[in-house]
């Protein structure tokens, strides 16, 4: 069974920081694309930054130089660093797992920055 669990939302100032941590089994996460996803009340699911299984990085402009992605295979969890935040960053965060058959997504963790 596959699962993906995030971990790290919360409520925080504009300007503070967190790290969001995506848990994943029942997967072979190394040969995966990993991704994290945003979605704010009434927008439609946005893409916030992946990264490859060769450690290639992408962001959305709105996050880039605030936010970086990582991963660390051998516990099979991927990292979103949140610095700098902003009220328009609230969402609720999901984990994203790609390859080129399928993918599987997360339940999601809230994140609410305050002005």
């Known amino acids: 069974q596959v699962q993906l669990v995030e971990s790290g939302g919360g409520l925080v100032q504009a300007g503070g920081f967190l790290r969001l941590s995506c848990a994943a089994s029942?997967?072979?996460?190394?040969?995966?694309?990993m991704a994290w996803y945003r979605q704010a009340p009434g927008k439609q699911r946005e893409l916030v930054a992946h990264i490859t299984t060769g450690g290639y990085t992408n962001y959305a402009d709105s996050v880039k130089g605030r936010f970086t992605i990582s991963r660390d295979n051998a516990k099979n969890t991927v990292y979103l660093q949140m610095n700098g935040l902003k009220p328009e960053d609230t969402g609720i965060y999901f984990c994203n797992s790609r390859n080129a058959f399928t993918q599987y997504w997360g339940q999601g963790t809230q994140v609410t920055v305050s002005s």
């Open positions: 029942g997967i072979i996460f190394s040969i995966n694309t």
